[in-house]
T-cell receptor
Framework: ETGVTQSPTHLIKTRGQQVTLRCSSQ?????VSWYQQALGQGPQFIFQ???????GRGNFPPRFSGLQFPNYSSELNVNALELDDSALYLC?????????????FGSGTRLTVV | AQRVTQPEKLLSVFKGAPVELKCNYS??????LFWYVQYSRQRLQLLLR??SRESIKGFTADLNKGETSFHLKKPFAQEEDSAMYYC???????????FGKGTMLLVSP
């Protein structure tokens, strides 16, 4: 299947809980990045994985963690959820080479923390 | 630190009017600039990137390093251009993007 798919599409969690969001990368892409998009804001970089290792991180606390699997699918885990974590979480895949052609984005997971 | 500024939250024009969506950036190195677009109920998608020097759907954007700008332009807006537009900057050597807050373009008939 081509394109980036994310699951679930919507999620409601209680403050203090933990959540796992999932992403299946576009076929042939070996790099996955996660972004947080709060209401009225542009996407903000959380972290990036390449060959199953984190190789870049934005200004997010350690309770945001991730995994990338050999098939290039990925997870974003958030522990000890806070109300401000309510946002759209975007997964984006790309091909890591000398020419960056931009991301292919998923539709996102809308997380609401109550 | 790098930053992307899109000064307008909303730009409203009539069909057939020219459009310019502003984007300014701050970055000390050699930047790569992109425009992404999000149509209603669709995912974020790449519109164009400056190194390609291409025109997509009638849109063009020129990187002006002197003014640190990468404004998106179209001579004649169409109703189907109504969407959210994001300007983004890539730091040299990395494949992560810094996005602006976006500008909503509304094209009225």
């Amino acid at each position: 299947e081509t394109g980036v798919t994310q699951s679930p599409t919507h999620l409601i969690k209680t403050r203090g809980q933990q959540v796992t969001l999932r992403c299946s990368s576009q076929s042939g892409h070996n790099t996955v990045s996660w972004y947080q998009q709060a209401l009225g804001q542009g996407p903000q970089f959380i972290f990036q994985y390449y060959r199953e290792e984190e190789n870049g991180r934005g200004n997010f606390p350690p309770r945001f963690s991730g995994l990338q699997f050999p098939n290039y699918s990925s997870e974003l885990n958030v522990n000890a959820l806070e109300l401000d974590d309510s946002a759209l979480y975007l997964c984006a895949s790309s091909l890591a080479d000398s020419s960056f052609y931009g991301y292919t984005f998923g539709s996102g997971t809308r997380l609401t923390v109550v | 630190a790098q930053r992307v500024t899109q000064p307008e939250k909303l730009l409203s024009v009539f069909k057939g009017a020219p459009v310019e969506l502003k984007c300014n950036y701050s970055y000390s190195g050699s930047p790569e600039l992109f425009w992404y677009v999000q149509y209603s109920r669709q995912r974020l998608q790449l519109l164009l990137r400056h190194i390609s020097r291409e025109s997509i759907k009638g849109f063009t954007a020129d990187l002006n390093k002197g003014e640190t700008s990468f404004h998106l332009k179209k001579p004649f807006a169409q109703e189907e251009d109504s969407a959210m537009y994001y300007c983004a900057l890539r730091s040299s050597g990395y494949s992560t993007l810094t996005f602006g807050k976006g500008t909503m373009l509304l094209v009225s008939p």
